[in-house]
């Protein structure tokens, strides 16, 4: 109430103060918060993110992957290990795994029941698609048995429908191809 009689060049003052603690408190502000995120990043990256048994810790063939370090290693690390040891890209174990699931669950619907048998086909459609895009010819998984097997089973699913038209209803003979070539693909992935 006072500032509103004062004298004009006062109010200038008492403003240039406020403007001068604003700025103080910003500057603390921003080294508080800077402060606490280091310190943040710190004590995230001390302790140990995954849980692992006295047993696994002192395995010699582990040694890389234990701790934050191997954590955060493995997030930008492009290659995954398989079930049978192999270093493959993230990516194609992805798509791979995806086509295994969708054409499984599409294969194994009822055929009778068309709009939910319409929408596995599709969702398989699309995760072979995409496989096929990103995967076909490449050289660095073209020798995998999990390449060759995915592959067999959509030879197979293709040579059926371009046999028998695309509304045909599949025998349980070319079924059971193709989900023995889908177990083995998951056996390798």
């Avoid at 918060?33 to 990043?41: E, K």
């Avoid at 302790?47 to 290693?73: C, V, W």
């Avoid at 174990?93 to 048998?117: I, P």
Wanted: aromatic share 8%; net charge negative.
């Amino acid at each position: 109430m006072f500032a509103i009689f004062a004298p004009r060049n006062q109010m200038e003052g008492s403003s240039f103060v406020s403007n001068e603690t604003l700025l103080t408190r910003r500057i603390t502000a921003i080294s508080s918060g800077t402060t606490l995120v280091s310190g943040l990043i710190y004590n995230t990256l001390a302790l140990p993110i995954r849980a692992e048994e006295d047993s696994n810790r002192n395995d010699p063939k582990d040694e890389g992957d234990n701790g934050a370090f191997g954590t955060i290693k493995s997030i930008f690390d492009p290659d995954e290990k398989t079930k049978t040891g192999k270093l493959l890209p993230k990516a194609y174990l992805k798509d791979a795994r995806e086509v295994v699931k969708t054409l499984r669950e599409s294969l194994e619907e009822d055929v009778k029941d068309g709009s939910k048998f319409r929408r596995g086909a599709d969702a398989a459609k699309e995760s072979i698609r995409q496989y096929l895009s990103n995967w076909k010819g490449r050289s660095t998984v073209v020798a995998e048995e999990s390449y060759a097997a995915i592959e067999k089973a959509i030879r197979t699913l293709a040579s059926f429908y371009s046999k028998e038209g695309p509304f045909a209803t599949m025998t349980d003979e070319v079924k059971a191809t193709i989900l023995g070539d889908l177990k083995t693909a998951e056996d390798f992935l």
